[in-house]
Nanobody, 118 residues
Framework: QVQLVESGGGLVQAGGSLRLSCLAS????????MAWYRQNPGKERELVAS???????NYADSVKGRFSVSRDGAKNAIYLQMNSLKPEDAAIYYC????????????WGQGTQVTVSS
């Protein structure tokens, strides 16, 4: 089974930028969709951005125009460039890979913490 490892989280001031990386243990780009989710304690995990096998992207309304998801097939990686960060963007960010966003066969990374100070 593929394993996903996120990195790039940390502490940043509001208005700053971070770039999250998700490295897969093997070629996952035959997978139909990969995505970034985020979650805060006591809240449901929410979809931030997704990218399909053919490169189609989708974003949560709250991050449109500020976040950008991309992929690098040669490195088996996807990235999340986060600009103009707001305190409400703080969360644990998770990478996901699967046949669909609701698939029971989806795989999750362990998460990376993003903290935004005001």
């Amino acid at each position: 089974q593929v394993q996903l490892v996120e990195s790039g989280g940390g502490l940043v001031q509001a208005g700053g930028s971070l770039r999250l990386s998700c490295l897969a243990s093997r070629n996952v780009f035959s997978t139909i969709i990969m995505a970034w989710y985020r979650q805060n304690p006591g809240k449901e995990r929410e979809l931030v951005a997704s990218i399909t096998r053919i490169g189609s992207t989708n974003y949560a309304d709250s991050v449109k125009g500020r976040f950008s998801v991309s992929r690098d097939g040669a490195k088996n990686a996807i990235y999340l460039q986060m600009n103009s960060l707001k305190p409400e963007d703080a969360a644990i960010y998770y990478c996901y890979s699967g046949p669909s966003l609701t698939s029971a066969r989806g795989v999750w990374g362990q998460g990376t913490q993003v903290t935004v100070s005001s």
